[in-house]
């Protein structure tokens, strides 16, 4: 199984910036598509961006799109989040995924889940 590890969130006004960091290890194999989902209190999880094995394809939430970009780094076996221009809806517990992607962007599905990192956004 893939053990994923989230950090960088924190608590900001709105405006600011944050990124987050998932580490992946173990067994990678089938979960070369990474991604992030986040979940608000009282809400389910929801999808936010994924990212596909190359890199060269990348895949948003339209609530999201033009303010987060996601990246990795094939060779740390990491994927970044960089959130700018943040607002108090985006505040959740962020979770990073590892999946094939069709499962990522049509299932929100994940090989296994991490503690989550929480992002606080403060009006």
């Known amino acids: 199984q893939v053990q994923l590890v989230e950090s960088g969130g924190g608590l900001v006004q709105a405006g600011d910036s944050l990124r987050l960091s998932c580490a992946a290890s173990?067994?990678?194999?089938?979960?070369?598509?990474k991604g992030w989902f986040r979940q608000a209190p009282g809400k389910e999880r929801e999808f936010v961006a994924a990212i596909n094995w190359s890199g060269d394809s990348t895949y948003y939430a339209d609530s999201v799109k033009g303010r987060f970009t996601i990246s990795r780094d094939n060779a740390k076996n990491t994927v970044y989040l960089q959130m700018n221009s943040l607002k108090p809806e985006d505040t959740a517990i962020y979770y990073c995924?590892?999946?094939?992607?069709?499962?990522?962007?049509?299932?929100?599905?994940?090989?296994?889940w991490g503690q989550g990192t929480q992002v606080t956004v403060s009006s």
């Open positions: 173990g067994r990678t194999f089938s979960n070369a598509a």
């Open positions: 995924a590892a999946n094939r992607l069709i499962s990522l962007l049509r299932l929100g599905s994940s090989s296994s």
